[in-house]
T-cell receptor, first 111, second 112 residues
């Protein structure tokens, strides 16, 4: 979903379940797509990136999927843990240092 | 050392004040960035320095003045700010050819 005003889309997930966070992008010319995690009171932290010529990339407990046909990006977190609670942002990078962040999603992990 | 440090953590200033935000990294990164982040919003790119030269200025008002004295330091000079400039100001760095940015914890700025 897209945030309106002061509202952040929120995803609530039971601890141990898998989480899927979605993002729509508009710039077809982006070279990379990146996921960041921002915990309360901290700066964003890089999670994983995917080059625009790929459709899937896996990291430790995370998988990013890229669907260029519908301009959609998703982040899957396996076995979600309380420490995963944060706001997640997607960003696109179109070279020459230009990063554009999408609206975030708040992930709440329920014990 | 994979840390970006920012000082101060919090800053309260009046509209007639002049203040500066500081950012430092010792990762040898040659690109450094300033972002502005309002509550519950994504970071917005303000400025980018590449090899100590201003590379991107995203039409930021002149009351914000960036400076990159050397490859490790980045400053943001503030003058005659408005209350709507109150936000979290984030500094980041990256390798010149890299995708991954390293962010500092930010300076929480309040303009009265």
């Amino acid at each position: 979903g897209e945030s309106v005003g002061l509202h952040l889309p929120t995803l609530s997930v039971q601890e141990g379940d898998n989480s899927i966070i979605n993002c729509a992008y508009s710039n077809s010319a982006s070279d990379y797509f990146i996921w960041y995690k921002q915990e309360s009171g901290k700066g964003p932290q890089f999670i994983i990136d995917i080059r625009s010529n790929m459709d899937k990339r896996q990291g430790q407990r995370v998988t990013v999927l890229l669907n260029k046909t519908v301009k959609h990006l998703s982040l899957q977190i396996a076995a979600t843990q309380p420490g995963d609670s944060a706001v997640y942002f997607c960003a696109d990078f179109s070279g020459t240092y230009k990063y554009i962040f999408g609206t975030g999603t708040r992930l709440k992990v329920l014990a | 050392d994979t840390e970006v440090t920012q000082t101060p953590k919090h800053l309260v200033m009046g509209m007639t004040n002049k203040k500066s935000l500081k950012c430092e990294q010792h990762m040898g990164h040659r690109a450094m960035y300033w972002y502005k982040q309002k509550a519950k919003k994504p970071p917005e790119l303000m400025f980018v320095y590449s090899y100590e030269k201003l590379s991107i200025n995203e039409s930021v008002p002149s009351r914000f003045s960036p400076e990159c004295p050397n490859s490790s330091l980045l400053n943001l000079h503030l003058h005659a700010l408005q209350p709507e400039d109150s936000a979290l100001y984030l500094c980041a760095s990256s390798r010149a050819s890299g995708v991954e940015q390293f962010f500092g914890p930010g300076t929480r700025l309040t303009v009265l």
